[in-house]
């Protein structure tokens, strides 16, 4: 089986494509911005324009528009295709980047959530999610954060602030690694992670 894998939740885009366990061949750039126009020129730059029999993508948390886009393209491609589109979390996938280079040692994922905030979320040696991902003031994140390996492009500020002896690994999400994550973390339910409230909201809401 082929899987494409796709995450742009983040400033970082990336795509892979794996044939079976094996990648074939990947993408992965730091953009900040422009990820609606460089996310399909990557696709289609692997082999047989990343061609598969089914498609992963991050559901987030991250950026609003990057989470979007990425569904956006992985849902046009599924139609296209007529294969399947699994989703997963983004942090789920740092936390198992974390465990390759740390095996079996629980790890709290913490990345840039916007406005001030970060974004935090705790796992199990096991890769199981032991809470919800949130997004939190940096001093209340410090606190939400139970293990001594701290993961996540937000890490080593994290440390810093809290003041702690921790083990911090500077971490952006990759889809070359996606097949590390288990099969508990992939879901047809398409619905984003937001991981906070939108940053506008309509008037009608606020009323």
């Given at each position: 089986?082929k899987t494409l894998a796709i995450d742009c939740?983040?400033?970082?885009?990336?795509?892979?494509?794996?044939?079976?366990?094996?990648?074939?061949?990947?993408?992965?750039?730091?953009?900040?911005?422009?990820?609606?126009?460089?996310?399909?020129?990557?696709?289609?730059?692997?082999?047989?324009?990343?061609?598969?029999?089914?498609?992963?993508?991050?559901?987030?948390?991250?950026?609003?528009?990057?989470?979007?886009?990425?569904?956006?393209?992985?849902?046009?491609?599924?139609?296209?295709?007529?294969?399947?589109?699994?989703?997963?979390?983004?942090?789920?996938?740092?936390?198992?980047?974390?465990?390759?280079?740390?095996?079996?040692?629980?790890?709290?994922?913490?990345?840039?959530?916007?406005?001030?905030?970060?974004?935090?979320?705790?796992?199990?040696?096991?890769?199981?999610?032991?809470?919800?991902?949130?997004?939190?003031?940096?001093?209340?994140?410090?606190?939400a954060c139970r293990h001594h390996l701290v993961?996540?492009?937000?890490?080593?500020?994290?440390?810093?602030?809290?003041?702690?002896?921790?083990?911090?690994?500077?971490?952006?999400?990759?889809?070359?690694?996606?097949?590390?994550?288990?099969?508990?973390?992939?879901?047809?339910?398409?619905?984003?992670?937001?991981?906070?409230?939108?940053?506008?909201?309509?008037?009608?809401?606020?009323?």
């Open positions: 089986m939740a983040t400033e970082a885009c990336s795509v892979a494509l794996f044939d079976g366990r094996m990648l074939v061949d990947g993408r992965f750039a730091i953009l900040g911005r422009g990820h609606a126009e460089r996310l399909v020129p990557m696709i289609a730059e692997l082999p047989d324009k990343g061609r598969a029999d089914r498609i992963l993508v991050s559901l987030g948390p991250g950026s609003f528009t990057g989470v979007r886009i990425g569904l956006a393209a992985a849902r046009a491609l599924g139609l296209a295709w007529r294969i399947a589109v699994l989703g997963y979390p983004t942090l789920a996938l740092v936390a198992a980047m974390a465990r390759a280079e740390r095996p079996g040692q629980p790890v709290s994922v913490c990345m840039n959530g916007g406005h001030g905030e970060f974004f935090v979320q705790n796992f199990g040696g096991d890769a199981s999610a032991q809470d919800a991902a949130r997004s939190l003031a940096p001093e209340a994140a410090g606190e993961a996540g492009n937000r890490a080593a500020e994290l440390a810093r602030l809290t003041g702690g002896e921790r083990t911090t690994l500077d971490l952006l999400p990759d889809a070359r690694h996606c097949l590390a994550l288990g099969e508990d973390h992939l879901t047809r339910d398409l619905a984003p992670i937001y991981g906070r409230g939108p940053d506008a909201i309509p008037p009608k809401a606020r009323a």
